[in-house]
Nanobody, 120 residues
Framework: QVQLVESGGGLVQAGGSLRLSCTAS????????MGWYRQAPGKQRELVAS????????NYADSVKGRFTISGDNANNTVYLQMNSLKPEDTAVYYC?????????????WGQGTQVTVSS
């Protein structure tokens, strides 16, 4: 069993900043990649940013490049998402995601989600 606990969401004005954090616990094993996805009302869930834990490779959605930064603390199984210059279109539920490698294959886990609301 793996738990992903997110924190840091909230309400912020356009142009403001928020920092999300997500900590994995339980039968973690080998975490290959962690990331953040978001889902706005009426839209599909989309990748925001991800980080590969081994080689620290990052990947960002075009819409957040230059504004968001993902980072990881491997020792504490934690990933952060620093969000700057927030826009109303960033409003969504943000979900933490972890890809864990096990002997039988790769498994995907999700957090419960944290609401981010950006007012104009």
């Amino acid at each position: 069993q793996v738990q992903l606990v997110e924190s840091g969401g909230g309400l912020v004005q356009a142009g403001g900043s928020l920092r999300l954090s997500c900590t994995a616990s339980g039968s973690i094993g080998n975490i290959a990649r962690m990331g953040w996805y978001r889902q706005a009302p009426g839209k599909q869930r989309e990748l925001v940013a991800s980080i590969s834990t081994g080689i620290t490779k990052t990947n960002y959605a075009d819409s957040v490049k230059g504004r968001f930064t993902i980072s990881g603390d491997n020792a504490n199984n934690t990933v952060y998402l620093q969000m700057n210059s927030l826009k109303p279109e960033d409003t969504a539920v943000y979900y933490c995601n972890a890809n864990i490698l096990r002997p039988l294959g790769a498994y995907v886990y999700w957090g419960q989600g944290t609401q981010v609301t950006v007012s104009s």
